[in-house]
């Protein structure tokens, strides 16, 4: 099987668009909810309801993407992108923002699962992981372009200019995601004569793995939404600085780390590029509680970052390699849930504990959590007993 390239590079470049839009939104609609009087915990309950939304149309779209195709579900999710900013501009009081920003989500949840599934149909096995993680630096430009240039429009022009842009954002997207092809099926192939698969015999591992994505996506979902308001309230800073300061923390970082663990985990395995990038995020988050300083703070939430987006193209092949290939997309989509599920819990967390703690407590609780996560990603079989068992004999030396 050869990479459908032409596939791809459309996919990479919708991504980029979705991705700038997703970056943008994710560190500006808090600080906009802010803005229509939300405390910090009303913030974190719009967040939690829209990300439980997302997490329920998150396995959801993987089912669907199976029986449906790709490309289908990334046209409805384009659709729904660009209607959803103009609704904002609509917003007098934080309560409106629930819907809206639950239809913001979505959208992005229609996309990941369908593209995760795509890339897997699109890409051979063998390389899966370098590809899964060279197309993932789509993430990291647009997180590096969408706080930054997000901040400098809210700082200048206002809210509604911000919305007009996620909207301009969003029109490409949509263009683009019609051009995309309907991704084959996969062309490796299971061995035949082999027993049914059943879920049971996965059930182990795919418990780890889902608590690992929860606990994990929890913390870090914590970390990111009381961060914006630590660094306008702690530090005094403007939104254009805040949106520089993602721009590196998150997009940089990602942009750094993706292309270099998809390769890593061809090599080396899913499951020991989990375990190595899990493994000093708990000591980073302590560094939070032992210093105030701006630039420290930046240097630690890259490492964070960084580390974890890491293992994303990992787990991706992780996941979709204990499961037969028919069922890629369901794989997925039980994967997208679990993050889905932890990044809606997270923003509740970490608002309730930034109104009635101290701010070091919620990096105790990303601490402690991300440890446990640690425990997790060990726990975990290694995938190859997985691949080997459904290949046959042949197609194990050759794929």
Same mark, same amino acid.
């Given at each position: 099987?050869t990479?459908n390239?032409?596939g791809?590079?459309?996919l990479?470049a919708?991504?980029?668009?979705?991705?700038t839009?997703?970056?943008?939104?994710?560190?500006f609609?808090?600080l906009?909810?802010?803005?229509?009087?939300?405390s910090v915990?009303?913030?974190?309950?719009?967040l939690?309801?829209?990300n439980?939304?997302?997490t329920?149309?998150? !396995?959801? =779209?993987?089912? +669907?993407?199976?029986?449906y195709?790709?490309?289908? &579900? *990334?046209? $409805? %999710?384009?659709?729904?992108?660009?209607?959803?900013?103009l609704l904002?501009?609509?917003?007098?009081?934080?309560?409106?923002?629930i819907?809206?920003?639950?239809?913001? !989500?979505? =959208?992005?949840? +229609?996309?990941?699962?369908s593209?995760?599934a795509? &890339? *897997?149909? $699109? %890409?051979?096995?063998e390389s899966?992981?370098?590809v899964?993680?060279l197309?993932?630096?789509?993430?990291p430009?647009?997180?590096?372009?969408?706080?930054?240039?997000?901040?400098?429009v809210?700082?200048?022009?206002?809210?509604?200019?911000?919305?007009?842009? *996620?909207?301009?954002?969003?029109t490409?997207?949509?263009?683009?995601?019609?051009f995309l092809?309907?991704?084959?099926?996969?062309l490796?192939k299971?061995?035949?004569?082999k027993?049914?698969?059943?879920?049971?015999?996965?059930?182990?591992?795919?418990?780890?793995?889902?608590?690992?994505?929860?606990?994990?996506?929890m913390?870090?979902?914590?970390l990111?939404?009381i961060?914006?308001?630590?660094?306008?309230?702690q530090?005094g800073?403007?939104?254009?600085?805040?949106?520089?300061?993602?721009?590196?923390?998150t997009?940089?970082?990602?942009?750094?780390?993706?292309p270099s663990?998809g390769?890593?985990?061809?090599?080396?395995?899913?499951?020991?590029?989990?375990?190595?990038?899990t493994?000093?995020?708990?000591?980073?988050?302590?560094?939070?509680?032992?210093?105030?300083d701006?630039?420290?703070?930046?240097?630690v939430?890259?490492?964070?970052?960084?580390?974890?987006?890491?293992?994303?193209?990992?787990?991706n092949m992780?996941?979709a390699?204990i499961?037969p290939?028919?069922?890629r997309?369901?794989?997925?989509?039980?994967?997208?849930?679990?993050?889905?599920?932890?990044?809606?819990?997270?923003?509740?967390?970490?608002?309730?504990?930034w109104?009635?703690?101290?701010?070091h407590?919620?990096?105790?609780?990303?601490a402690?959590?991300?440890?446990?996560a640690?425990?997790?990603?060990l726990m975990?079989?290694?995938e190859?007993?997985?691949?080997n068992?459904?290949?046959?004999?042949?197609?194990?030396?050759?794929d």
């Open positions: 099987m990479h390239r032409k791809l590079a459309l990479f919708a991504n980029i668009f979705l991705s839009i997703f970056y943008a939104t994710y560190v609609i808090p906009f909810i802010r803005n229509l009087n939300a915990f009303e913030v974190g309950i719009v939690f309801i829209s439980a939304s997302a329920f149309t998150m !396995i959801l =779209s993987g089912y +669907l993407s199976d029986k195709g790709r490309r289908k &579900i *990334i046209v $409805l %999710s384009g659709i729904i992108q660009f209607i959803t900013p904002f501009m609509s917003a007098e009081k934080w309560v409106e923002t819907i809206y920003a639950s239809l913001n !989500i979505i =959208s992005v949840s +229609l996309f990941v699962s593209r995760a795509m &890339i *897997i149909d $699109l %890409s051979k096995r899966a992981g370098e899964f993680g197309m993932n630096t789509a993430w430009i647009g997180g590096l372009i969408g706080p930054f240039v997000g901040g400098l809210v700082d200048k022009y206002g809210w509604n200019f911000f919305f007009y842009f *996620i909207c301009a954002l969003a490409p997207y949509l263009l683009i995601s019609l092809p309907e991704s084959a099926k996969r490796y299971a061995e035949t004569g027993a049914q698969f059943s879920i049971r015999q996965i059930a182990s591992t795919l418990a780890f793995f889902i608590i690992l994505h929860v606990i994990a996506n913390s870090v979902g914590a990111s939404t961060f914006p308001f630590y660094l306008t309230e530090f800073k403007t939104k254009t600085e805040v949106g520089i300061f993602f721009s590196v923390g997009g940089l970082a990602a942009l750094i780390s993706q663990s390769f890593l985990s061809d090599r080396i395995g899913r499951k020991k590029i989990i375990a190595f990038s493994l000093p995020i708990p000591i980073l988050s302590i560094l939070f509680t032992a210093t105030n701006y630039l420290l703070s930046l240097l939430y890259m490492g964070i970052y960084g580390l974890w987006s890491a293992t994303w193209p990992a787990s992780y996941i390699e499961f290939h028919e069922k997309g369901l794989a997925v989509g039980i994967r997208l849930t679990s993050v889905r599920l932890g990044t809606t819990i997270g923003p509740l967390m970490g608002g309730f504990l109104d009635n703690f101290d701010v407590t919620v990096f105790h609780f990303l402690t959590f991300m440890t446990i640690l425990l997790m990603a975990l079989k290694d190859s007993k997985f691949v068992s459904r290949l046959s004999p042949k197609l194990r030396k050759t």
